[in-house]
């Protein structure tokens, strides 16, 4: 009977469970934290939107014409003509899209343009382009790295180093920022067999520092270390040809990977890893941030060869952007603000501030006058500092860096930062 049934059916009700849980309260910190900068009157310095792009310097904000101070076009590669019409061109013989992994169906003649670019600008055997920069290093540390053996990493890393460290199964042993004492003790304490990796960068991008390669690299080999170095934000103009802080350092042959990307000096988006090794191709078998992704579209990656292939001429642009860097540097200086960096030792100016207050007024009012800086505050920045980061162009005037410099004169009185 219906009543009979009736107890069996309760039985299989499920038992109560508690409310659902919202998942996003996680989150409500952050979102107090954002409302209070917003409360205090200052644009949201993470949400800004680039309406109009006029040149590799210049930009429309908020309707308002703007220097570009605070990107990472090194060497303004992003209006050059023959990179346009490489794309151009791409865009039109190969479509929009590639619609697959290199592995399957996702490598076109231009992958392989590229790849034979990058051999070519570092004088190498091997190159792999990822699809950022960010999986270069995710795909690079994980992969080279497994079971048993050790990354060893600096202390200000990039994301993507520390995130590759995670995706990976080695053990993470950090050691202090810059220091060769530290990385030597820290290597000196680990098996002698085991494996290790020795991660570093040539300009850590936060204070524009540059890292002292040469000892380090010198401690990395005493203890049977490879070295990985990540030349991000020295491609193009470090070194006699450019290729980096490594090179600068006459280091080649002795760094076993590097690690760069297409989204600062070349001008577009993309990642590589480069290596003498004879057995680097096994990556691309290996590697899950290389397979488990659609390549980059033709377009960009044609853009990509024709930036690399003008980078390795560009000595006039490279001049240029080390006068601009210097310029700023001095100017900022002799004006009072505290620097990332006592010499101008990259393309880096960072100007460090109090605390977020007044690196939000600060940033603001550059705004308001027309000036687009990058702010930076922890976690990304070291040792809990409120940045105002520069970043310069081959391409900036000496005119913009004087009205520049005379903005951030007028900011620096009016929040208080300079007497
Ligand atoms: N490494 C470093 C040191 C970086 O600063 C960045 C980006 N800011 C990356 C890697 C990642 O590069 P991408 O933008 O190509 O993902």
Redesign the pocket.
Known sequence: TETGLQPERLDLDPAPVAPERDLMSKFDPLIAERQRLLDSGVTDPFAIVMEEVRSATEAVIKGRETILLGT?NYMGMTFDPDVIAAGKQALERFGSGTNGSRMLNGTFHDHMEVEQALRDFYGVSGAIVFS??????LGMISTLVGKGEYVILDADS?A??YDGCKQGYAEIVRFRHNSVEDLDKRLGRLPKEAGKLVVL?G???MLGDVAPLKEMVAVAKKHGAMVLS?E??SMGFYGPTGRGVYEDQGLEGQVDFV?G????SVGT???FCISDHPKFEAIRLACRPYIFTASLPPSVVATATASIRKLMTATEKRRRLWDNARHLHGGLTQLGFRLGTKTPDSAIVAVILEDQQQAAAMWQALLDGGLYVNMARPPATPAGTFLLRCSLCAEHSREQLDRVLGMFADAGRAVGVIA
């Open positions: 990472y950022t920069g960010y999986m270069a290093n990039h993507s180093i960068e300009v850590y991008s990540d991000a934000h690690v990307t297409f989204s600062k988006v993309g990642g």
